[in-house]
């Protein structure tokens, strides 16, 4: 990752000359729930197409663009759009984002994506917050020569998903009247969704919800030091045989119907935060 910081110093210096901003907590928004971006206060926004080094998402639901703004007082920065590691760009391209927004001063780091569902107690609509996670991309942000400024070389996974951020989600949603799961989120590279076999198997091994993303930003999360949260939308649950196969449109449908709920969730995680 060494060869990112170069890369890494150019983007924050450019963001910096073009804003005054002082971002203290990371909002990645995943597939179709971009919009919450919409809710920040004075804001201010940058395309990724304008940052140096910054890779540009190709996926319908995912606009591109850094929003800075501000909710109940405190500085936020939202990543409106992501890009996956099955449109082609590395692990490194990835989590790039998460190494600029770390530079810029954050200290906590929210991540949501479109999930499906496992667990046989979910329901497309559920969401779930992340207690733990899988790697089954079989690759990793931190392969190469360590960035020692960002992180230490063998960081744990024990500590991505601390249990105090998973308490601010569980009580914002108790606030909000949610009933929010809580379980394992499994990453695959994509851009298949799992057949029958996977989908037996993902459950076998553990895990509560599959999806595309979501991972490699945990890794760096956790790597640079962050205070993780992540937040799964079950946008479909495991299909019998005798139904339709599963769609993005299915994937993005749903999540557009969780917005309010979504939204709600988030606004009073930042209000506890
Ligand atoms: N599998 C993988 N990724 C997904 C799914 C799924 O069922 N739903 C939304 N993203």
């Known amino acids: 990752m060494i060869e990112f910081k170069e890369k890494r110093i150019k983007a924050v210096n450019f963001i910096k000359q073009k804003l005054d901003i002082d971002p203290?907590?990371?909002l990645i928004l995943g597939s179709g729930l971009g919009e919450y971006s919409n809710e920040l206060e004075d804001k201010k926004i940058i395309k990724y197409s304008e940052v140096p080094g910054m890779a540009v998402s190709t996926v319908e639901g995912h606009a591109g663009e850094f929003v800075f703004g501000k909710k109940f007082g405190k500085d936020?920065?939202?990543m409106n759009g992501r890009v996956h590691y099955y449109e082609g760009?590395?692990?490194k391209e990835i989590a790039f984002p998460v190494w600029i927004m770390k530079e810029l001063g954050i200290s906590k780091l929210i991540i949501t994506n479109a999930a499906g569902g496992l667990n046989k107690t979910f329901?497309?609509?559920?969401?779930m917050v992340l207690t733990d996670h899988l790697n089954f991309m079989n690759?990793?942000?931190?392969?190469?020569?360590?960035?020692?400024e960002i992180g230490p070389r063998f960081p744990a996974m024990t500590e991505a998903h601390p249990q105090e951020m998973i308490e601010v989600a569980e009580k914002a949603a108790k606030k909000a009247?949610?009933?929010i799961m809580k379980g394992v989120y499994l990453a695959i590279t994509g851009p298949v969704y799992e057949g029958y076999a996977m989908s037996k198997f993902q459950r076998l091994i553990?895990?509560?919800a599959v999806g595309m993303s979501t991972v490699p930003e945990l890794?760096?999360?956790?790597?640079?030091?962050?205070d993780n949260l992540a937040i799964s939308c079950i946008t479909d649950v495991m299909k019998g045989k005798d139904e339709e196969s599963l769609t993005h449109e299915e994937v993005m449908m749903v999540a557009k119907k969780v917005k309010p709920k979504f939204k709600r969730l988030i606004n009073n995680i930042l209000e506890i935060l």
């Not at 690759?139 to 020692?148: A, E, F, H, M, V």
């Not at 890794?219 to 962050?226: E, V």
């Open 24 to 26: 203290k907590i990371g």
């Open 89 to 91: 760009y590395t692990m």
């Open 139 to 148: 690759n990793n942000p931190l392969i190469g020569k360590n960035d020692d």
């Open 177 to 179: 009247d949610i009933h």
């Open 123 to 127: 329901r497309p609509g559920d969401l």
């Open 206 to 208: 553990g895990a509560d």
């Open 219 to 226: 890794i760096a999360g956790t790597h640079a030091g962050l």
């Open 76 to 78: 936020i920065v939202a």
